[in-house]
């Protein structure tokens, strides 16, 4: 099974024949590249056994006559199993083929026949769910701040921002429940950002900036290698980390960062969203700055960017409040799609259908889930 190198299409090359004869080149060479390697393996262990049969022949003919038969007869055994472990492949009828292009178009289809089944068309820009409009009731949202969504369950977790609770939708949009409007333990003034823990434990912090004290939080992060969490402390310029059981950690960024809006957590590095910059920061578990990435003014990139997040494969998703889109790139921070949302998204994540939910603020008030979007690999499967 081979799969093929992301092919991206240059820029201006919009022409559907230019796209579609890429394609195909590319699953030719990908199929040729996979019988190829296909037949140095057949190859490579016939002559293998080959070698094998004649050794465990001469040690068969030697055993008659041999006054050490025992050495000829555990010779002949251990032959025997190396050449029942020998599996030959089997020739290929198909090859999956991976293509992160930024506009597949429609026209591939031309392929025919060739390709056999598997090609991904599901609508990439127009939402599968929009929902909710502006209100106090169970099933309206009042300046919608924060999302995530729980993994093993699909609920999506928004922080309700003018209604002062958190609100918890299913994976369908349905309302469930929420929590946090009450007074006492656990009440809430204004929630902008939350990642999934568990029911309330305690509060912490007061405003200052000394240990465990904030000057306008904003956003968070729970790090699931060892639970600890990630806060901005915007106009203290810095990011805290606290243990799990909220108790402070360390903190970092006071010399890079200028009111940090969102922080995210890989097994490599931390991506800082500078506010002010505005751009990703990317340091790595020692806390060192490595460099700035995705930086305002180029292009497909940051304008006004409020939230951003990292996908397993390390795609990020940027909400552009001024723009009313969110911008995807790639691991190599180049970028390769962007999603018309509707007004002023101000938070996005990815559940685990691969689906991109988007919180959008002023006007719309909604909740928004799209289709899986052309930044997910889209999968060929083709006959050989």
């Known amino acids: ?188 003034n204004y929630p902008k950002c939350l990642s999934i823990y568990g029911k309330f434990i305690f509060k912490v912090g007061e405003q200052g900036d000394g240990q465990l004290e904030f000057y306008y939080p904003w956003g968070l992060r729970i790090d699931h290698s060892n639970e600890d969490i990630y806060i901005c402390d915007r106009y203290n310029n810095r990011v805290q980390i606290l243990t799990k059981y909220l108790c402070y950690k360390t903190k970092f960024g006071i010399n890079a960062l200028k009111e940090p809006l969102n922080v995210n957590v890989s097994e490599e590095y931390i991506y800082v969203l500078d506010g002010s910059n505005p751009c990703i920061h990317l340091s790595n578990r020692n806390f060192i700055l490595q460099k700035s990435i995705i930086s305002r003014g180029k292009g497909n990139q940051v304008i006004k960017p409020l939230s951003f997040f990292i996908n397993n494969s390390d795609f990020i998703l940027i909400a552009h409040y001024s723009s009313d889109a969110i911008s995807i790139f790639n691991p190599e921070f180049k970028f390769v799609h962007k999603i018309p949302v509707s007004s002023s998204p101000l938070a996005v994540t990815v559940d685990n259908q691969n689906r991109v939910i988007v919180v959008c603020h002023n006007a719309e008030n909604c909740l928004q889930i799209f289709y899986h979007l052309i930044y997910i690999p889209i999968q060929m499967i083709v006959a050989m």
């Open 1 to 188: 099974m081979a799969t093929a190198n992301p092919i991206l299409p240059q820029p201006g090359e919009d022409n559907c024949e230019l796209e579609v004869n890429r394609v195909r080149e590319k699953i030719k060479s990908t199929i040729v590249d996979c019988y190829r390697s296909y037949k140095s393996e057949l190859i490579k262990l016939s002559e293998k056994k080959i070698a094998l049969e004649k050794y465990k022949s001469f040690n068969q003919s030697e055993i008659l006559t041999s006054p050490i038969k025992c050495v000829h007869e555990d010779i002949i055994t251990r032959l025997d199993t190396e050449l029942e472990s020998i599996e030959f492949p089997k020739q290929p009828r198909m090859v999956s083929f991976t293509c992160e292009n930024n506009k597949l178009l429609d026209g591939v289809k031309k392929l025919g026949k060739f390709v056999r089944s598997g090609i991904d068309y599901t609508n990439k820009s127009q939402p599968l769910v929009s929902v909710y409009e502006l209100g106090t009731g169970n099933e309206q949202l009042y300046n919608p701040w924060g999302v995530t969504v729980v993994n093993q369950t699909g609920n999506i977790y928004i922080a309700d921002h003018g209604n002062n609770c958190i609100k918890v939708f299913d994976s369908t949009a349905e309302y469930l429940f929420k929590f946090g409007d009450s007074t006492g333990e656990g009440a809430m």
